[in-house]
């Protein structure tokens, strides 16, 4: 044995040799078992969860191979997410609609519209009693007679009875059937009357301004009634004029069989007065049906376009706090300012 040298047994030397060994094995297995489950954890992340579903990818690569150079890529993304996301509904025809409504033209019964002459009679009553607070219609009515369209021969004209009824109009017999002038189209047809004592009772005075003005003053008592009011009251969508596109048009008309009855009485002059003047109740007739025929008979018609029917943050009411609303973007449920008092018709479904 040499100087310097510790020789080992064999015995010994094997052992150290084979602990070694299977230390250094036993590191490299942890540190590459690590490295696996690393390496597994970063592509699951990766593939499942942060990729691209198939069809997204295939849709991505057919846009981007079919997309026009002009437009950005900004543009593009949008165009294609609003196209896969907002589908165009198919078009529906009048034959379309009645069959998933289960509505038949020729065999279904008319119909009664109790309810709707509820909800009605409820709206009119909140309409008149508006109109008698603070005599809110006599102010409106007073306003339009004087106005500037009033003619030089007569003098300032006072109101001296308003009376807007008592009774409502009642609707029946309610029938759908296809427009007669834009055909594709849906009209709703149904009877209403109205019996009922309208009155609007006026004074004023005649001027004679020639040969000099104030020659003659004539006084004039004159007082108009609606009785009653009987027609065919027909309804449809129209589709919206060029200035308002994107709104719902509902326009309403009467069939020129309509029935109107009225009561005029008259009394002119102060001294040897005149009372119901046969003429004065022909002119006041013939102006009423021609102001009602050149407005709403077919075929004229009124048209109103429609508010939005998407619900609004601003449109929301609380029925235990009726003076309190809310406007868009306020997440807090304030009070607004400037909202209109909610109306007593109120349908319950």
């Keep these: 044995m040499q100087q310097g040298h510790i020789q080992l047994p064999l015995s010994e030397y094997l052992a150290l040799t084979t602990k070694q ?55 593009s ?42 909800l009605i009679a409820q709206t009119l009553a909140q309409l008149r009693e508006d109109a008698r607070t603070d005599d809110a219609i006599l102010k409106s009515l007073d306003k339009l007679l004087n106005g500037p369209q009033r003619p030089d021969f007569l003098d300032p004209i006072r109101v001296t009875e308003v009376s807007l009824g008592e009774y409502f109009p009642i609707f029946s017999n ?30 004023t005075r005649l001027l004679l301004n020639w040969p000099k003005p104030l020659v003659a003053v004539l006084p004039v008592a004159l007082t108009v009634s ?14 919206s004029p060029e200035n308002l596109a994107g709104s719902t048009t509902l326009a309403f008309s009467f069939l020129d069989d309509y029935r109107l009855e009225i009561a005029v009485s ?43 029917l ?20 306020d997440l807090s449920g304030g009070s607004a300012d400037g909202l209109r008092r909610r109306p007593q018709a109120t349908a319950h479904i």
């Excluded at 078009?91 to 509505?103: A, G, W």
């Excluded at 189209?185 to 149904?190: D, G, I, V, Y």
């Excluded at 609380?318 to 809310?326: A, V």
């Design 174 to 203: 309610c029938r759908i059937s296809p427009s007669d002038d834009e055909p594709g189209k849906l009209q709703a047809r149904m009877d209403v009357d109205l019996s009922d004592l309208i009155t609007l009772g006026i004074e």
């Design 77 to 118: 993304h949008l165009r294609k997410k609003r196209s896969s996301v907002l589908r165009d509904p198919p078009s529906q025809s009048t034959e379309t609609i009645l069959s998933k409504t289960y509505y038949d033209v020729r065999s279904h019964q008319a119909e009664s519209l109790d309810w709707f002459n509820v």
């Design 226 to 239: 609606i009785v009653r009011f009987s027609g065919t009251l027909s309804i449809s969508f129209i589709p």
């Design 310 to 329: 998407w619900p609004r943050k601003r449109t929301t009411r609380d029925q235990s706090r009726p003076g309190e609303g809310t406007e868009d973007g």
């Design 266 to 308: 008259s009394l002119v002059g102060s001294r040897s007065s005149l009372q119901d003047v046969p003429k004065i109740a022909q002119l006041v007739e013939s102006r009423l049906h021609s102001w009602i025929d050149e407005r709403c008979v077919e075929p004229k018609f009124q048209q109103i376009v429609l508010p939005s």
């Design 21 to 75: 060994c299977s230390s250094w094995s036993f590191i490299q297995g942890l540190l590459l078992g690590q490295l696996f489950v690393i390496l597994t954890l970063g592509c699951f992340i990766k593939f499942f969860i942060f990729g691209d579903s198939p069809d997204s990818t295939s849709k991505t690569i057919y846009a981007k191979s079919t997309a026009p150079k002009k437009y950005s890529g900004s543009q």
